[in-house]
Every structure is written in structure tokens, then in C-alpha cells.
T-cell receptor, first 108, second 114 residues
């Protein structure tokens, strides 16, 4: 089945710093989403981005489907950005595969 | 804003007991999903459901698991005889349609099997 790899696994940032999280996938995908899992365990939708680039405030994402990767950019990080960021892909048949996540901690 | 809801938020059960986890998907959504997340690990797909049938299921979703949409609003996951290793957070999700399959997740049910 499709493999989803996220990097880095862990990231510590000083408040105000920028970062890039990466998601590689091993096969063509129909859909790709980025989620933020906050410290209370909720999965918050960030982007639905099977291809192209989207921006939402300090966050933006780019998916290059032909090269099988997606990037999530966080600019001017805040302590509330802490948590785990997951990339999830659907390769067909409504089966969605999550990556292992990037655990982000933003220091004040 | 419409959201997916799940009940209960926390369920504690004895090994071997049956549990039913309940979800109310977003009202106009047609596709429904269950996932689980063992503490500290990644989110794992269990099953997808459309038009009152299972569309896809993972190897985790064995004969101990079943799903049902008993009425027009609820979507349930039943575990027939719980095991210690079923302890996890269970998330329900829903999406509008196949061509735009953005999934929205509920807050989860934490299942603890003793």
C-alpha cells in the first residue's frame, strides 16, 4: 500500500521563527489533507490540497503531485501552533493513510 | 458552523464487553469513516461507509468490529468483545462527496479497556 513519510519527526522553534514540514508519499493520490492535532487531541483541518498552493493566514501549503510531496509552511510561529501536524492521503477507495506526524513545540 | 459530534467522550469497559461508539456526521455529508489512534501513535484508518455499505476497510477492522447507520443521523462503531489492545482514541469523520473528499473529524471517544 501507499507509504506516507513526514519530516522532521520533531521540531522545536523559538516563537516568531518560520518552519517547513514535509510529507512524501509513495504513489499517486486523489486527495491530501494537512491536520493539526492540538494538545487536547482534536484534529483540526488546515488544508485540503491534492495539488497546488493555498494560504491561510500564517500557514500555507504546497502539493506537487507529480513529484509526490507536500509542504506545510508555518511563518511567525506562536506557542499555540504547538502540537502534532499530520499529513493524510487518499490513494483511492476511500482509504486514507496518515503519516506519523511532526511534533512541534514552540517556545515562548 | 456544522461539526461532527461523538459520544461518549470517554468510555471505560471491561475486557470482553461490547461497546458502541456513536457519531453524528455533518448533516449533508454522504461518506463516513472511523479511525483510531493509540496513545502517542499515528491515526489509523478503520473503515469507510457510503450508501449503507462498507466501501473500504483495513486489516484492523476484523470480525470484532461492525458499523451501522441506524437512522438518518447516527453512525456507530461496535466492538463486540473488547481486548486490552483496543484501548485508543476513536475518531469519526465525514465528507461531502467523492470528488471533493475533505474529511472533517469529530472530537473523538477515548476508549479504555481494563
Amino acid at each position: 500500500g501507499i507509504q506516507v513519510e513526514q519530516s522532521p519527526p520533531d521540531l522545536i522553534l523559538q516563537e516568531g521563527a518560520n518552519s517547513t514540514l514535509r510529507c512524501n508519499f509513495s504513489d499517486s493520490v486523489n486527495n491530501l489533507q494537512w491536520f493539526h492535532q492540538n494538545p487536547w487531541g482534536q484534529l483540526i483541518n488546515l488544508f485540503y490540497i491534492p495539488s497546488g498552493t493555498k494560504q491561510n493566514g500564517r500557514l500555507s501549503a504546497t502539493t506537487v503531485a507529480t513529484e509526490r510531496y507536500s509542504l506545510l509552511y508555518i511563518s511567525s510561529s506562536q506557542t499555540t501552533d504547538s502540537g502534532v501536524y499530520f499529513c493524510a492521503v487518499e490513494a483511492g477507495g476511500f482509504k486514507t493513510i496518515f503519516g506519523a506526524g511532526t511534533r512541534l513545540f514552540v517556545k515562548a | 458552523e456544522p461539526e461532527v459530534t461523538q459520544t461518549p467522550s470517554h468510555q471505560v469497559t471491561q475486557m470482553g464487553q461490547e461497546v458502541i461508539l456513536r457519531c453524528v456526521p455533518i448533516s449533508n455529508h454522504l461518506y463516513f469513516y472511523w479511525y483510531r489512534q493509540i496513545l502517542g501513535q499515528k491515526v489509523e484508518f478503520l473503515v469507510s461507509f457510503y450508501n449503507n455499505e462498507i466501501s473500504e476497510k483495513s486489516e484492523i477492522f476484523d470480525d470484532q468490529f461492525s458499523v451501522e447507520r441506524p437512522d438518518g443521523s447516527n453512525f456507530t462503531l461496535k466492538i463486540r468483545s473488547t481486548k486490552l489492545e483496543d484501548s485508543a482514541m476513536y475518531f469519526c469523520a465525514s465528507s461531502l462527496d467523492a470528488s471533493y473528499n475533505e474529511q472533517f473529524f469529530g472530537p473523538g471517544t477515548r476508549l479504555t479497556v481494563l
